[in-house]
């Protein structure tokens, strides 16, 4: 009912709010379990964004909030390891006191139902409730802690359960499968929200208004007018100290594997026949079934080493982190080329691209559209145009153009149409991505949440390629710290008919 209601109007945060209030006595109440709550997830994430929910009125009426993990603490133990991270100001205060006594904790381990039966008991002290599980939980354990709240914990009668799972979800297809089965076997689908953060970012949820939104792309947006598509995510830093993490699992499954490809499918969808999410999942899974396997000769790897010239942290590469095993060829940058084989995408390369230790952080999707023909002005003086949506820093929409040179000369340079976020909305609060999915499952959305049969066909694009990397253990190429990445990763581009000039550079609007 709420997710009919947030689909279909335009709402502000008061208006959201005097619904959840109307309804809430219908619906509620309702327990959101935070399994692992003791975590770096729970403190630096799960609760600033529950928090970030109650003070702006956000949270359904009559929500109550327990934390789970295997910690002995106390609520005001609990409180002073999420404290740090909830930016309390002065005038908050009376709220946040609010916000505690809503709260509760049970200490309890992951394998022993006793312990969840405890748990269900606090729970139905509430009453009889909605009840959402987040597991915020390493993977290891997601198979005996799902066991056991379906065997002690699920809601009663009417009302329903919700559990939200954070990735990996799995290794490859095999492990992938087999945690997907495992689920299937005790919650239905619906009752299953994977999540994805990225799918919650503003820009991100763009780019279904920019496609479908706007005439003009509609004849352009097709093998046609579009040379290529980049996908990029770039960080200005290394694995600082949790190379032991990184390396056991690596840049393709951490970045790639999901984020990127998610990207890509909303750029690749056709146009679904409404914003129910089923509709556009059945979309997004019409892609990634028209995308082959990737091959390693489409694949560049790269690893960062020190930079003599650069800053102390940037002197050290990714084998000097003391928490990576010595030799490691584990790649910190790939670059991949994939193809779309349907007939709107057929021979337009879609370029993914993440590393860690490059020179600027940054998460966009650009599409290059081909040369202009007929070209009539200065040889070199034309270049191509390009949409860019950049999802973080400084989000944005821009499309880089040509126009005349200002003054007597009838000359063309670049520059753009530019819609800068923080000068055209100057003021509004763009929700975090995580408040965005959290309030999605209280309203039983599931828009920005990974299907199975989506992460069905995402892994089997990826795991040929994880396979023979695990077993022939190539070399990464190696680029210093600062850099754009490897050479090679250029040339991949340029293969792939993306032209790199190097002569316009984007910055922010500011007004």
């Known amino acids: 009912m709420y997710s009919r209601y947030l689909q279909e109007l335009a709402m502000t945060?008061?208006?959201?709010?005097?619904?959840?209030?109307?309804?809430?006595?219908?619906?509620?109440?309702?327990?959101f379990i935070v399994i692992g709550a003791s975590g770096d997830l729970a403190k630096k994430k799960i609760y600033p964004v529950l928090w970030a929910l109650f003070k702006d009125e956000l949270l359904p009426k009559e929500t109550y909030i327990i934390g789970y993990a295997r910690s002995k603490l106390s609520l005001e133990d609990l409180q002073s390891r999420w404290a740090p991270?909830?930016?309390?100001?002065?005038?908050?205060?009376?709220?946040?006191?609010?916000?505690?006594?809503?709260?509760?904790?049970?200490?309890?381990?992951?394998d022993k139902t006793s312990d969840f039966s405890r748990l269900d008991k606090m729970i139905n002290d509430v009453g009889n409730c909605n009840r959402l599980f987040y597991l915020a939980l390493p993977p290891s354990v997601y198979e005996t802690v799902t066991l056991n709240l379906k065997a002690t914990c699920m809601s009663k009668s009417d009302k329903w359960t919700r559990v939200i799972i954070e990735k990996p979800f799995g290794r490859d297809l095999e492990t992938s499968e087999h945690l997907s089965n495992h689920l299937s076997s005790l919650f239905r689908e619906e009752e299953i929200y994977r999540i994805d953060h990225y799918l919650g970012k503003?820009?991100?949820?763009?780019?279904?208004?920019?496609?479908f939104g706007n005439r003009i792309y509609s004849p352009i947006w097709n093998r046609d007018s579009i040379a290529s598509v980049v996908i990029s995510f770039k960080e200005p830093f290394g694995t600082q100290g949790r190379g032991g993490y990184f390396d056991d699992f690596g840049i393709i499954r951490d970045v790639m594997q999901n984020h990127l490809l998610q990207l890509l499918t909303l750029v690749a969808m056709e146009k679904p026949p409404s914003t129910a999410a089923e509709d556009i999942r059945n979309e997004k899974v019409k892609v990634l079934k028209s995308v082959p396997p990737i091959t390693m000769d489409n694949v560049v790897l790269g690893q960062y080493v020190g930079n003599p010239d650069g800053k102390d942290d940037e002197k050290q590469g990714y084998l000097d982190d003391p928490t990576v095993p010595a030799g490691s060829v584990t790649p910190t940058f790939v670059t991949?080329?994939?193809?779309?084989?349907?007939?709107?995408?057929?021979?337009?390369?879609?370029?993914?691209?993440?590393?860690?230790?490059?020179?600027?952080?940054?998460?966009?999707?650009?599409?290059?559209?081909k040369d202009m023909p007929g070209d009539i002005f200065s040889e070199g003086k034309v270049k191509r145009n390009e949409l860019v949506i950049r999802v973080q820093p400084n989000e944005a929409v821009y499309m880089k153009m040509m126009t005349k040179s200002p003054g007597m000369s009838f000359d063309c340079e670049e520059t753009e149409l530019d819609l800068t976020y923080g000068s055209r909305y100057k003021g509004v609060k763009m929700p975090e991505a995580y408040e965005r999915l959290i309030l999605d499952v209280f309203t039983g959305s599931q828009i920005n949440f990974v299907r199975s049969d989506e992460l069905y066909q995402a892994w089997r694009i990826f795991t040929p390629l994880l396979h023979q990397m695990e077993s022939e253990k190539p070399k990464p190429i190696p680029y210093k710290y600062g850099s754009r990445g490897p050479k090679e990763?250029?040339?991949?581009?340029?293969?792939?008919?993306?032209?790199?000039?190097?002569?316009?550079?984007?910055?922010?609007?500011?007004?």
């Open 85 to 110: 991270f909830l930016k309390v100001s002065e005038e908050e205060q009376e709220k946040y006191k609010e916000f505690v006594k809503i709260n509760k904790y049970c200490a309890g381990q992951y």
């Open 489 to 511: 990763s250029d040339d991949l581009f340029a293969n792939n008919n993306f032209t790199y000039t190097g002569t316009y550079k984007w910055s922010p609007s500011k007004i």
């Open 336 to 369: 991949a080329a994939l193809f779309v084989r349907n007939e709107r995408w057929d021979g337009v390369p879609f370029i993914l691209r993440c590393g860690k230790a490059l020179n600027e952080r940054k998460a966009e999707v650009r599409i290059q559209f």
């Open 13 to 31: 945060s008061k208006e959201i709010s005097k619904m959840f209030v109307q309804l809430g006595n219908k619906t509620g109440p309702n327990v």
């Open 202 to 211: 503003e820009m991100v949820q763009n780019l279904m208004v920019l496609r």
